[in-house]
């Protein structure tokens, strides 16, 4: 029997929550690709703006969830007050290294597996498909509107595309994620079911 995964209110809820869990990776490829161009705006050395960006990818492996969203507020922070303060410039810099290092251990890869667990297994590899396509669909578009907007407004963009999508997710995926945990898939279908939930 085919499902049609959009007509059916407990999978679209799932689909939702899954693309939600992905926002906060949506970043990951503006920043890498982009890091080297960040870094010069804020007054890094070309050199270590350069190597920055390798040093980056190297730690996005060891790092967590929570100082992701943080790490690109420190961003947007360090970036205005380099204006009056030269220093701060670093600040930047600390911060894309630090938010490489917390998509590696926490937000990357965990979240890419979330559809996995709050759907039957029938369209489980359907669903999976659906978020990580809406979810490239989301890092393609932001990763072409970072620069135009970056050259608009500097490091609130960062604010704009990434942390106030980011913390908005965060909270929905608070209050309507399900636990999974320990529990069978038919418990977390019929509690997603649930028009309460």
Same mark, same amino acid.
């Not at 029997?1 to 959009?6: A, E």
């Not at 059916?8 to 990776?25: E, G, H």
């Not at 997603?192 to 939930?197: M, Q, V, Y």
């Given at each position: ?6 007509k ?18 949506v ?9 080297? /161009?960040?870094?010069?705006? =804020? ?7 350069? /190597? ?10 060891? +790092?967590? *969830? ?7 507020? !420190?961003? $947007? ?10 220093? !701060?410039? /670093? +600040? *930047? ?5 630090? /938010?490489?290092?917390?998509?590696? =251990?926490? $937000? ?7 559809? +996995? ?12 498909? *659906? ?13 072409? $509107?970072?620069?135009?907007?970056? %050259?608009?407004?500097? $490091?609130?963009? !960062?604010?704009?595309?990434?942390v106030?999508?980011?913390? +908005?997710?965060?909270?929905?995926? !608070? ?14 279908? %019929?509690e ?6």
């Open positions: 029997m085919k499902i049609n995964i959009f059916v209110p407990y999978i679209r809820k799932a689909i939702l929550l899954s693309v939600l869990a992905l926002q906060n990776t970043a990951f490829w503006s920043i890498l690709l982009s890091s080297t /161009y960040f870094l010069k705006d =804020a007054g890094v050395e070309n050199d270590i703006a350069e /190597y920055s960006t390798t040093l980056m990818a190297v730690s996005y492996v060891l +790092g967590t *969830c929570v100082i992701n969203v943080g790490s690109l507020a !420190f961003y $947007a922070i360090c970036a205005e007050l380099t204006k009056h303060i030269v220093l !701060f410039r /670093y +600040g *930047c810099l600390l911060s894309l290294v630090i /938010y490489g290092f917390s998509y590696g =251990a926490g $937000a990357g890869p965990t979240s890419r597996f979330i559809s +996995g667990e709050l759907v039957a297994q029938n369209v489980r590899s359907k669903v999976q498909a *659906c978020t990580v396509s809406i979810n490239q669909i989301v890092v393609i578009a932001s990763t072409f $509107a970072i620069l135009p907007l970056f %050259k608009i407004m500097h $490091a609130w963009s !960062f604010v704009v595309l990434f106030i999508p980011s913390i +908005g997710s965060l909270i929905i995926l !608070f209050w309507k994620l399900p636990e999974t945990k320990n529990r069978p898939i038919e418990d977390i279908v %019929k997603l079911s649930n028009p309460k939930s």
